[in-house]
């Protein structure tokens, strides 16, 4: 918009010297014509013609390459002094990890957030967060808590932090085990559930292949099964054997397979844990 502007000035301007030369010859020639008039003036119309169409280019660079409006000028005050501030602030906080000695794992550990931390304050809760959510590693929160103590030296949380710190060092390989055995248990129980899927989906799977196996998951943990079918003979057997059926249930954790015809006839395959 202002570029189109400054054009239209520019030319009106032009159109306005022109004119004036023009009548100015007129006025200083009054017997010449109007085309002798205009050949005496055409060097210097063309000269102003000229002149006009450069400052109007010049002015199209200037604008579009220089010229700032004031909310221009405002938003980069504002952007130079928001980039100043952080410049500052992370040149204070550089100061305050080499005050403190923290080392670059602990920095790297203490940046690692379950809440939004705008303080201190918010930084121990953050911590005991992490403790009570008992999704942790001990050695990370031990690296976490020896950082925290740094950090509270001298405050009111000091006390509290160090305590946390020393039963962390003291308990780790307790605390270890215990999240090993939990862990371990999530994952016994998430297997059982999905052995358990499993033989509702084979069940579905022999159904559309037009074989009526009743499928029984038992056991601990699931990792038993029996199948059902008023057919199942050696032959079966042989075929589940050679055919690698057997095979495909173990790889889903199951230890124990066993056909039966429901009447007499029973045989199975056994796998070691």
């Known amino acids: 918009m202002i570029t189109l502007t400054i054009i239209l000035i520019f ?3 032009i159109f306005l010297i022109n004119s004036a030369v023009i009548k100015s010859t007129q006025n200083k ?3 010449n014509s109007e085309a002798q008039n205009l050949r005496l003036t055409e060097k210097l119309r063309q000269l102003v013609l000229t002149l006009g169409l450069a400052m109007i280019f010049i002015s199209i ?3 579009n390459f220089f010229y700032k409006s004031s909310l221009e000028i405002s938003a980069e005050k504002e952007k130079k002094q928001k980039i100043e501030r ?3 602030q992370k040149l204070a906080e550089e100061n305050e990890i080499k005050r403190l000695g923290l080392t670059k794992n602990e920095i790297e550990i203490l940046n690692q957030r379950a809440i939004t931390v705008k303080s201190l304050s918010d930084e121990v809760e953050n911590a005991y967060y992490i403790l009570k959510s008992k999704k ?3 050695d990370t929160e031990i690296i976490r808590f020896t950082g925290l103590a740094k950090k509270t030296k001298g405050s009111k949380f000091e006390g509290k932090i160090e305590k946390t710190k020393d039963s962390l060092i003291k308990n780790e390989n307790l ?3 215990k999240q090993i055995a939990d862990l371990d248990k999530k994952q016994a129980a998430e297997e059982s559930e999905a052995r358990l899927k ?4 084979l069940r579905n799977l022999l159904l559309d292949r037009s074989l009526d196996i009743t499928v029984k998951v038992f056991g601990k943990g699931n990792k038993k099964m029996k199948l059902t079918y008023v057919l199942f003979n050696d032959v079966w057997f042989r075929k589940f054997e050679t055919l690698g059926y057997f095979d ?3 790889e889903k954790g199951f230890t124990q397979i066993e056909l039966s015809d429901g009447y007499g006839y029973g045989r199975g395959m056994e796998y070691g844990k």
């Open 86 to 88: 952080v410049s500052a």
């Open 136 to 138: 942790y590693f001990v």
């Open 248 to 250: 495909m249930i173990h």
């Open 11 to 13: 030319l009106f301007t």
């Open 175 to 177: 605390i270890g085990k």
């Open 29 to 31: 020639f009054p017997k």
């Open 198 to 201: 499993y033989g509702k989906d």
């Open 61 to 63: 660079i200037y604008i």
